[in-house]
């Protein structure tokens, strides 16, 4: 049995938290800052950012010049083990006509170390669309519930951006987001083909650190009570350097300037000691006792194939929304028979991604450019916030949500396929010419990605497979899928959008464009933005969680992950995760101490 | 554009890395810190080590195969003023590995690849009577210029340029890939800078932006 921290596991906790991710990180840290004991449970391996992220490395100095292969799906160097699309040995199934891409990793920290950083706040139409346009499920609380948690997430683990006070687009308050890095080449480029068709373009919301953060007053905010808890945090904080403007984040970072779980939330709530971490631990259900309150879990110590049971007062489920649902399902008895906190029967239901599509173009403007550093933050550093409140109020547009667009191109460290269809621009060049060429459209290429709001429906959901385990004995998931007309609507239009800009920018595109959405969108799943399935809400009948992601049936047990979610914004979750989950641990405590739990 | 004046180093990069990790050692318990079990993991193709990696397969490709692709690859990269050729920067064993990796993608590359050094060599000997390897520059590029571009190509040439487009884009990876590739495009990042300063004036201008 792996255990991280320095102390013998204790007999029993006050929480236990299933998962280390953003979820569990988040939940973690803001519970053992005051001093609750928690009991963390991973099932992936160790995993420590400093020592094992391979920073400079070059293409050269990894297999098939890191290219991704099934076994590392986004790259040799890319920070994900024992997973991508398929985790060894855990097997997911879909239902005939699905196809759903489930990513998972097998890692302390989750996904938080290879995840794209941006980070941006839901606003306030995202928590009540159905009072504004009829369709999908309304929050049970508003934005301004959760503003100032997002000021603390901001805050802890350093975002950059600006206010732009536009719509729906929140701003943070003031001297919460770090300066961002300023414009690269192209995104200025795309900025100035944005204009004339109206389009915004304005510095991403990205969780990296563009200085380093203000250690001596930045954790005394977080925790106006607690001097403890602020010094804690100021130490590990002190010992994050701002980015160097190198190196690619999805490798993680060493130097911890950009967030992962495991440099930003796990450090400080070990250095607490109130936390207990054991990885390689497979947790399969929850257990409850008589009068049906949660007891504790199960779990598979996956070094010695064997069940093991851990107690605690309090139940935390943060293993990604999808996990979560499948640990709940899973946890069958005779007063649940349905599954634990299922007597909504709505656990596994309201499955949410992104909608995601692209359109590469071609830029004669950027050809031939005098070398220059385009590396930066890694990420985008300039975005396009959704812009078109207006008409879509007018019923002017035939989707109901918006989509926010990234650009990503540059003079970039070359990777394999870096000329692949080079021919169609150069009509088959070989020799002399081709090296010419290759000089000529070197950081010419943009690529529009559009990331926009799915609106959760009866047809997309996950189960419990009845005829197929994973190698630990546990039943897996089998999912449900069919995008809407609103999804494929949005994701046509998208393509049309991006034709426009690239041919106001100069350019022509590369990629097709299609008007039928059908073949424009991304794959259910490939996002990677996987929210759903454990919606909260604000009556027992309809939903699994009330506002505090805590069961309706069982009150000592909580989701923190993207579980909850009852929209999906087209702002990437996150960021939403964290606040919400430090809300919940707000809340555990409150009721902790009025002795409610 | 950066200058030498705000480019921070590497060694001095490196300090700074192992300086955070240093920091580290200091805190009651790192993550880093197994009580139980502690020592390195279990390395997989899942999990392989990524700070230092290991190449752990052999090339399939013959000695006769590698001279024909070696050939091949200079026609399609050939040295210049600027820099030198794809087999000087290791391109044809950076083909071999490709081709002999255990995925779907490089399987089906093997196939593209091999087959078409052999129709390679087959066609040099029906037009010139000699091995591909023989044959002077202009008869190379005498075959390569039928092949070089599939919506060009006659359709007796289909396969031919089809592979001829898989070595070249194959080719195109192995050599900007590496370091002489990168220093040919003018790729200069990759190095530690104390600040980013966004585009340089002459980029700016090159771009219409100034
Ligand atoms: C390539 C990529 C790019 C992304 N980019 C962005 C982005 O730019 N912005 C954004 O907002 N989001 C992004 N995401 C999504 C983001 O990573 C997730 O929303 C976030 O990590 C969710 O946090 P989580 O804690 O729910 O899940 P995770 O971070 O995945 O953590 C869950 C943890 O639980 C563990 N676990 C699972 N099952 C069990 C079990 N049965 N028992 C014990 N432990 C278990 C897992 O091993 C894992 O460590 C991206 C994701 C990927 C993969
Ligand atoms: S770009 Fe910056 S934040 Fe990202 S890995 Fe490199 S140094 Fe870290």
Same mark, same amino acid.
């Given at each position: 049995m792996p255990l991280i921290t320095n102390s013998k596991t204790r007999t029993e906790y006050d929480v236990i938290v299933v998962g280390s991710g953003a979820a569990g990180g988040m939940t973690a840290y803001a519970l053992a800052q005051e001093g609750v004991k928690v009991l963390m449970l991973e099932a992936g391996r160790n995993y420590d950012p400093v020592t094992?992220?391979?920073?400079?490395?070059?293409?050269?100095?990894?297999?098939?010049?890191?290219a991704p292969t099934p076994d590392k799906p986004f790259g040799f160097y890319d920070a994900t083990i024992d997973g991508g699309w398929q985790v060894p040995g855990e097997p997911y199934t879909n239902a005939a006509g699905g196809n759903f891409m489930w990513w998972r990793t097998r890692m302390l920290g989750g996904r938080t170390n290879h995840w794209g950083r941006i980070s941006l706040r839901m606003g306030p139409y995202d928590f009540k669309p159905r009072s504004r346009d009829g369709l999908g499920l309304d929050w049970p609380m508003n934005y301004e519930d959760v503003a100032p948690y997002y000021d603390r997430v901001e805050s802890l683990i350093g975002v950059y951006g600006t206010n732009e006070g536009l719509e729906n687009t929140p701003d943070s308050s003031p001297g919460v987001l770090q300066p961002p890095p300023k414009p690269r080449g192209y995104e200025l480029l795309v900025k100035k083909g944005c204009s004339p068709l109206k389009v915004p373009v304005i510095p991403a919301h990205i969780a990296i650190l563009t200085r380093k953060q203000d250690y001596l007053t930045l954790p005394g905010r977080l925790h106006p009570n607690n001097p403890k808890a602020a010094a804690t945090l100021a130490a590990e904080m002190k010992k994050r350097m701002a980015c160097f403007w190198a190196t690619a984040c999805g490798r993680g970072c060493s130097i911890k300037a950009n967030f992962q779980s495991t440099t930003v939330l796990l450090p400080p709530a070990i250095a607490t000691g109130n936390l207990d971490i054991i990885t390689d631990a497979m947790v399969r259900e929850v257990t409850i006792d008589k009068s049906g309150k949660a007891t504790g879990v199960h779990y598979i110590d996956k070094e010695t194939r064997r069940d093991r049971h851990v107690k605690a007062k309090i139940v935390v489920l943060a293993a990604s929304g999808c996990e979560s649902a499948r640990i709940l399902l899973n946890s069958k008895s005779t007063l649940f028979s349905n599954g634990l906190g299922n007597s909504s029967g709505?656990? #596994?239901?309201y499955l949410m991604d992104t909608v995601g599509a692209k359109v590469i173009g071609q830029i004669p403007?950027?050809?031939?450019?005098?070398?220059?550093?385009?590396? #930066?933050?890694?990420?985008?550093?300039m975005y396009t916030p959704w812009w078109k409140y207006k008409e879509q109020a007018a019923g002017k547009l035939n989707f109901a949500r918006g989509y926010h667009i990234e650009f990503s191109g540059g003079r970039r460290m070359p990777a394999p396929g870096?000329?692949?269809?080079l021919e169609a621009q150069t009509g088959g060049a070989y020799g002399r010419k081709l090296k010419e060429e290759a000089r000529r459209y070197f950081g010419s290429f943009i690529t529009f990605a559009g990331r926009g709001e799915m609106i959760p429906n009866d047809d997309c959901y996950c189960e419990i497979d009845p005829n197929v385990v994973d190698q630990w004995g546990i039943p897996v998931l089998r999912f449900h899928w069919k995008w809407s007309d609103q999804e494929t609507n949005q994701a046509a239009h998208m393509h049309k959008t991006f034709a426009e800009i690239i041919e106001s920018m100069g350019g022509k595109t590369t990629s097709p464009v299609e008007t039928d959405g059908r073949k424009a969108i991304y794959r259910p799943g490939e996002i990677i933005h996987e929210v759903g399935t454990t919606c909260i809400g604000a009556d027992p009948k309809t939903s699994v969680l009330n506002q505090w992601s805590q069961s309706w049936d069982v009150k000592n047990l909580f989701v923190t992950d993207g579980g909850p979610f009852v929209s999906n914004a087209d702002k990437n979750p996150t960021l939403s995760i964290m606040a919400l989950a430090w809300r919940s641990a707000d809340h555990i405590m409150a009721s902790m101490k009025k002795g409610d739990l | 554009m950066s200058t030498p004046e705000n480019k921070m180093g590497r060694r001095e990069a490196l300090k700074w890395m192992a300086g955070a990790g240093a920091a580290g050692a200091f805190a009651p318990a790192t993550l880093a810190q197994k009580v139980e079990n502690a020592g390195t993991p279990t390395r997989s193709a899942t999990d392989p080590n990524l700070v230092k990696a290991v190449l752990d397969w052999k090339g399939v490709l013959a000695e006769s195969e590698l001279k024909i692709l070696t050939a091949l690859c200079d026609l399609i990269l050939p040295k210049d003023d600027k820099s030198p050729s794809a087999s000087q920067a290791g391109v044809p064993a950076f083909i071999n590995e490709w081709v002999s990796a255990i995925y779907p993608i490089q399987q089906a590359d093997k196939l593209v690849v091999r087959g078409g050094l052999a129709w390679l060599n087959t066609e040099s000997l029906r037009r010139n009577g000699k091995d591909f390897v023989d044959l002077t520059e202009a008869e190379k590029t005498g075959i390569c210029d039928d092949i070089a571009y599939l919506p060009k190509a006659k359709p007796e040439f289909a396969f031919g340029a089809l592979f001829f487009a898989k070595v070249r884009d194959l080719t195109s990876t192995g050599f900007y890939t590496s370091e002489i590739g990168m220093k040919d495009i003018g790729y200069i990042g990759n190095v530690p800078l104390p600040k980013f300063d966004g585009p340089s004036p002459e980029v700016l201008k090159h771009m219409g932006l100034a």
């Open positions: 094992e992220t391979p920073m400079f490395q070059l293409p050269k100095d990894a297999p098939l010049r890191g709505k656990v #596994g239901r403007a950027l050809e031939n450019c005098p070398p220059n550093n385009d590396d #930066g933050a890694s990420s985008i550093h870096i000329f692949d269809g | -």
